[in-house]
């Protein structure tokens, strides 16, 4: 039986940056899903407003707020979704395409450590919690 995972991330990304480079936003209402396990990882989000939880067998693994990051993993590595992003209340993200997220880490290399250290964290705390 797998243990329930749930943990909150800190690594965040200065908003200010992609509202400066014009990335559109997208609206989701409470109870929408952005995207669903098994899904093609076209792109990955950031949250402006609001929360979205990350989903897998029906235990959510993490709740990302304002600034927070999610859906890199399947742009990194082109692999299907590894789990299901739902809008825990109304919220507004900017997705960032593979293209946009190449050109990003290529002009701010902040952006590239923010990522990695998302990343760590998230093995860290998967770690800590077996």
Known sequence: MRAAVRFMTKAWL???LLTRAGFPLQRFAAGEKI???DDEGSA????????VNIVTYGT????????GM??????IDGSPR????????????????????????RQDPEF???IMRLL???????????
């Open 60 to 67: 959510v693994l993490e709740s990302v707020g304002p600034n």
């Open 14 to 16: 200065d908003f200010s």
């Open 70 to 75: 999610f859906g890199e993993m399947a742009l």
């Open 112 to 114: 590239a450590l923010s």
């Open 44 to 51: 990955m989000y950031v949250v402006r407003s609001g929360r």
């Open 35 to 37: 995207f669903v396990e």
């Open 120 to 130: 760590t964290q998230r093995i860290r705390q998967m770690n800590a919690s077996l």
């Open 82 to 105: 590894s789990a299901t992003a739902v809008a825990c209340e109304a919220c507004e993200v900017a997705p960032i395409n593979r293209a946009a997220f190449a050109h990003l880490v």
